[in-house]
Each structure stands twice: as structure tokens, then as C-alpha cells.
């Protein structure tokens, strides 16, 4: 497959007021080919946003390159950024233009005119299923209907590669459902290649023909999402839910000297606020189910009360939480 996006070593470091160096990105590479879905998995923090603005050009590189379909972000950016359909997070929209109106505007701006402009328009409604409401004022539209024209927005300069960041972040199940919907669509229907963030594994699980895990500025990983979760073996999660109960330093503290006394299990948490975790405790153990039977022996000797235990298979979140020793929702 040709390669849509090659990103080399790029490097964002912020200079804030007080004159210390934040280093956001530091030397991150991957590559994205033509009509796959790619998507950058990591924390809050961990440099995801950065990574993406510099290759759409909103903020120059400290060091490094991008280049998309060839053209180098730093020394041919029109050429780049013609080949790059940008989905912001937010709105922009003319509240009381109709969908049509909007998506027209916005062609213009992208020198689309006359039967062209007709045509693109025609296709991208279609895509994003609002052939019925095209004539509507976007101010009547719900929140997700919104989305949808921005979407399309997006999409009017038939983009080879289309950049995603963290879009379904604050939206209803549905219309989080229908974004999920578009990033495949956007790949089976048109082959176009997709940059995707999220902190959710199961979004990047579902969606991703391959996936980099990000984690304070550096890419850990890069792989399809069997390939990541072969490496982290025959480990498997379990899931302790403790439910309301507030396991407290002390217990947490037990548990995690006693837990390496049983042979290939090691500790790691989720949910963990402050000292203390409640909710979920999540523990990887070299074939976890047979661990069991000894996890919940040591869990009565340390008197944590567990309602309910999950086995889990290897999944993103079991590789995250083996690379970091931490967990993508900490
Ligand atoms: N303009 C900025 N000035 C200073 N620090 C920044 C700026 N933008 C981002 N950062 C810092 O860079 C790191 C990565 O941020 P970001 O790329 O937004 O992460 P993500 O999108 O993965 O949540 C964070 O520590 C963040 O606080
Ligand atoms: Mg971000």
C-alpha cells in the first residue's frame, strides 16, 4: 500500500511563561497508507492534539517532518494541506444559512464553484444523510446533526486523508455511534486514509486497521491491534469490581505486596483517585484464569470485598497499562 502520511520524528516543545520547557512531542514517527484507518491512542496529556496540529500545519514542529501524499508539511504546506480534510472538534457553522448554504459557502471557500460545487454538495449530504433537512437553518439542527455537517464541511475537497481529533468526546451514544459509522465509511466508501485520536480503547479497538499508543510525548507502540495484543502474551485482566467500597492505601498496599507472591501475576489500577481505589481494580496476571482461584484467596486474607470478577482477554488497555504500568484513564 503507497503511503497517505509519513511522519518523521516530530518534536513540539512549548515554552511557557514562566520560562520552563514543556516537551509535548518528543521524536514521534509513524505511517499512515492509503485508505487505512489509523489511530493515535493515548491519556489526557500525552500529546495527541500537538502531534496532529503540526501535521495539519496549525503549529510548526520544534524538529522533525511531516509529509502527506509526499509534500512536505514545513516546505510544500499547500500542496500538503490539499490532500488533508480537517474535522474540528467544534462547530463552525452559519446558525442560520441551511446545511446547503453552509456546505456551499465552505466550497467556495476552497475555490469550488458552479455545477462542481452542485455536485459535491449533492455527495457529501448524501454521505452524511441529510439529503431531507438540506433546505433547514443549521440552528435547528440537534447537536448531532451539527456534527454532521461539519463533517461534511470537511469532506467538500474530496480529502485523501481525513484527521480526527478525540470526535466523540462530550456526545450522546448515538451520535457517537454515527461518527464510528463515518470513519469507516470514510475508508470502505471512498478509501480515504484516517487520523483518529482517542483515549478510549474500545473506539480505537474498533475502529483502527492499525493503532500508536502514545504516552507522555513518545509513541510506545505501533501495530494492528492483534499484533499489539500478542505482544502482551497470555495475559489476560481481571477485573475486581469493588464497587462502592474505598479500598485504602493500606489494603492497596497489601494487596500489591502479596500479589507477586502468586507466580506471574503483577498489580496495576485503574481508577485509582489519590491513595485510594474505588470502582475497578485491575490486575494482569500470565493466564489469568487459572491466577483466579489464588487472587481470590489472597483477596479474602487482605479483606478486600469484590462483587463481581471479569477475566478479560488481552485487549489495548491490557498492552497500555503492560508498556506504562499505568492506565489510560489514570
Ligand atoms: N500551547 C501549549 N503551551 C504549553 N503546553 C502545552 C500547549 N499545548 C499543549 N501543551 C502541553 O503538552 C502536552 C500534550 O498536550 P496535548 O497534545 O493537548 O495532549 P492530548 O491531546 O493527548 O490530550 C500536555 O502536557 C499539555 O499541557
Ligand atoms: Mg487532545
Known amino acids: 500500500m503507497p503511503t497517505m502520511l509519513e511522519v518523521q520524528n516530530l518534536v513540539k516543545e512549548f515554552k511557557r511563561r514562566d520560562g520552563d520547557i514543556v516537551k509535548a512531542v518528543q521524536g514521534v514517527s509513524f505511517d499512515i497508507h492509503e485508505g487505512e484507518i489509523f489511530s493515535l491512542l493515548g491519556p489526557n496529556g500525552a500529546g495527541k492534539t500537538t502531534t496532529i496540529s503540526m501535521i495539519s500545519g496549525l503549529i510548526s514542529p520544534t524538529e522533525g517532518d511531516a509529509s502527506i501524499g509526499g509534500h512536505s508539511i514545513t516546505k510544500e504546506p499547500l500542496k500538503a494541506k490539499a490532500l488533508l480534510g480537517v474535522i474540528p472538534q467544534e462547530i463552525a457553522l452559519y446558525p442560520t444559512l441551511t446545511a446547503r448554504q453552509n456546505l456551499e459557502f465552505f466550497g467556495r471557500m476552497y475555490d469550488i464553484t458552479g455545477q462542481e460545487l452542485v455536485k459535491r454538495v449533492d455527495e457529501v449530504l448524501e454521505f452524511i444523510d441529510l439529503v431531507d433537512r438540506q433546505n433547514d437553518r443549521v440552528e435547528t439542527f440537534s447537536g448531532g446533526m451539527k456534527r454532521r455537517v461539519n463533517i461534511g464541511v470537511g469532506l467538500?475537497?474530496?480529502?485523501?486523508?481525513?484527521?480526527?481529533?478525540?470526535?466523540?468526546?462530550?456526545?450522546?451514544?448515538?451520535?457517537?455511534?454515527?461518527?464510528?459509522?463515518?470513519?469507516?465509511?470514510?475508508?470502505?466508501?471512498?478509501?480515504?486514509?484516517?487520523?483518529?485520536?482517542?483515549?478510549?480503547?474500545?473506539?480505537?479497538?474498533?475502529?483502527?486497521?492499525?493503532?500508536?499508543?502514545?504516552?507522555?510525548?513518545?509513541?510506545?507502540?505501533?501495530?494492528?491491534?492483534?499484533?499489539?495484543?500478542?505482544?502482551?502474551?497470555?495475559?489476560?485482566?481481571?477485573?475486581?469490581?469493588?464497587?462502592?467500597?474505598?479500598?485504602?492505601?493500606?489494603?492497596?498496599?497489601?494487596?500489591?505486596?502479596?500479589?507477586?507472591?502468586?507466580?506471574?501475576?503483577?498489580?496495576?489500577?485503574?481508577?485509582?483517585?489519590?491513595?485510594?481505589?474505588?470502582?475497578?481494580?485491575?490486575?494482569?496476571?500470565?493466564?489469568?484464569?487459572?491466577?483466579?482461584?489464588?487472587?481470590?484467596?489472597?483477596?479474602?486474607?487482605?479483606?478486600?470485598?469484590?462483587?463481581?470478577?471479569?477475566?478479560?482477554?488481552p485487549d489495548l488497555e491490557a498492552v497500555f497499562l503492560n508498556l506504562t504500568g499505568h492506565a489510560l484513564r489514570d
Not at 480526527?164 to 470514510?186: A, F, H, K, N
Not at 482461584?293 to 469484590?306: E, R
Open 156 to 313: 467538500l475537497h474530496r480529502p485523501q486523508l481525513v484527521y480526527m481529533d478525540e470526535p466523540t468526546v462530550g456526545v450522546d451514544p448515538q451520535s457517537r455511534r454515527r461518527i464510528l459509522d463515518t470513519v469507516l465509511r470514510l475508508r470502505d466508501e471512498y478509501q480515504m486514509a484516517v487520523l483518529y485520536t482517542t483515549h478510549l480503547m474500545e473506539e480505537s479497538q474498533e475502529l483502527s486497521d492499525r493503532v500508536g499508543i502514545i504516552d507522555h510525548g513518545k509513541l510506545i507502540a505501533v501495530g494492528s491491534v492483534g499484533e499489539l495484543t500478542q505482544q502482551v502474551g497470555e495475559e489476560d485482566r481481571l477485573v475486581l469490581n469493588v464497587g462502592e467500597q474505598i479500598v485504602g492505601e493500606e489494603l492497596l498496599g497489601r494487596l500489591k505486596s502479596e500479589i507477586n507472591g502468586i507466580s506471574n501475576v503483577s498489580y496495576a489500577n485503574l481508577a485509582v483517585d489519590g491513595a485510594a481505589a474505588q470502582g475497578e481494580i485491575n490486575i494482569l496476571a500470565t493466564r489469568g484464569r487459572k491466577a483466579l482461584p489464588d487472587v481470590i484467596t489472597l483477596l479474602n486474607d487482605v479483606w478486600i470485598d469484590v462483587s463481581s470478577i471479569e477475566v478479560r482477554e
